[in-house]
């Protein structure tokens, strides 16, 4: 906390704090989520967002689920956001659009490290603008969580592909949302394998009836999204698609639900490009399985030894468990 200190004092406008951390590792997940708590009590008025690598599905730590709740319970009290990375999918970003045989960590790196360049790079204030941002951190978390209870934020890249495939490529504005926005109802993870068939509820406010099928079709409902475009002509993109409030939860006005940055500068290699920064139900399914896999394995006592000889009660496991489904509940009636 000395060290963090100094680098404070040399800011002339602190704006927050982005926490970059494993979720289910011992160390990484128990040690970040200590830091974010002393960060939230010496900086209260700080921001404070956590980049978390969400775990393997099928993963070789035991013990995982259990680090995994215990880690998101405490991130859920003293961060303000939490924007996940799931391991499982950048895995398949680097085999299916990569086109990567022997992946390595590094690449798995550099498709993170891609994805949030796509939207912490520099971008103008406003439409028209030749001003950068000074606070996209903030501008960030204003846009994106309205409500404490929804602090779940993921991010999808449109294109994302190997050097020789973007030889032979090309874009437009107009093909690039519609495939983006089909990735965020759809709840598709990169633009390889999107389902077509999922379209937004007739209404925002569906019969019982709708609930059902919409659920049956697995359609994403938003809370809030961001658009980041960059690169050629981004001043004629038609976002129209992303304002329709069928999107949207009921009680978030679509004006206030959806934002867009914009750059003419391209990123990386592509002559165009668009990230979306989503706070949706994107998580629902991922975070039960979690859930549901820790309550199994604590309601047989497996391995809770290993956690109360480091003083971590049964009574932190329930807080934890208690805190998680309720998020789970919010995030499904959305």
């Known amino acids: 906390m ?21 979720m289910a590792g011992g160390t990484g997940s128990g040690l970040g989520a200590f830091v974010t708590q002393n960060l939230q009590d010496h900086y209260s008025n700080s921001l404070k967002m956590n980049q978390i690598i969400w775990p393997y599905g099928t993963g070789e730590v035991i013990v ?22 799931e391991n499982d ?25 891609h994805q949030l360049g796509s939207v912490f790079q520099p ?7 030749y001003h950068y941002r000074r606070n996209p951190l903030g501008e960030l978390m204003e846009n994106l969580v309205p409500h404490p209870e929804f602090k779940m934020l993921g991010i999808r890249n449109i294109p994302q592909m190997s050097e020789n495939s973007l030889a032979y490529s090309t874009f437009t504005w107009a093909g690039l949302l519609k495939h983006l926005r089909q990735m965020l109802i759809s709840n598709s993870k990169m633009e390889e394998g999107i389902d077509w068939q999922v379209r937004p509820p007739l209404s925002r406010l569906p019969t019982l009836g709708k609930v059902s099928l919409n659920r049956e079709l697995h359609f994403n409902t938003s809370i809030a999204n961001l658009v980041i ?25 679509p004006v206030n639900a959806f934002n867009v940055w914009k750059t003419q500068r391209a990123f990386s290699k592509y002559e165009k490009s668009a990230a979306l920064v989503s706070n949706s139900q994107f998580l629902l399914k991922p975070l039960d399985t979690i859930v549901g896999k ?31 489904e309720q998020v789970v509940a919010s995030y499904c009636n959305l």
Request: proline share 1%; aromatic share 12%.
């Open 294 to 324: 820790a309550w199994n394995m604590f309601a047989s006592k497996a391995y809770i030894h290993q956690y109360t000889k480091f003083g971590i009660e049964e009574e932190d496991f329930l807080d934890s468990f208690t805190l998680l």
């Open 2 to 22: 000395n060290l963090i200190q100094k680098e404070v004092e040399k800011c002339d406008c602190l704006s927050g704090f982005f926490i970059i951390m494993s």
């Open 123 to 129: 971008t103008y204030s406003m439409e028209g603008s």
């Open 64 to 85: 995982q689920n259990y680090n995994s709740i215990l880690t998101l319970s405490h991130l859920y009290r003293s961060s303000d956001a939490l924007l996940v990375h």
């Open 89 to 113: 999918a950048v895995h398949k970003i680097c085999a299916k659009l990569m086109n990567i045989k022997q992946i390595s960590f590094s690449d798995i790196n550099q498709v993170l490290a």
């Open 229 to 253: 475009l960059r690169g050629k002509d981004v001043h004629s993109a038609d976002l129209g698609g992303f304002k329709d409030p069928a999107l949207y939860t009921s009680w978030l006005a």
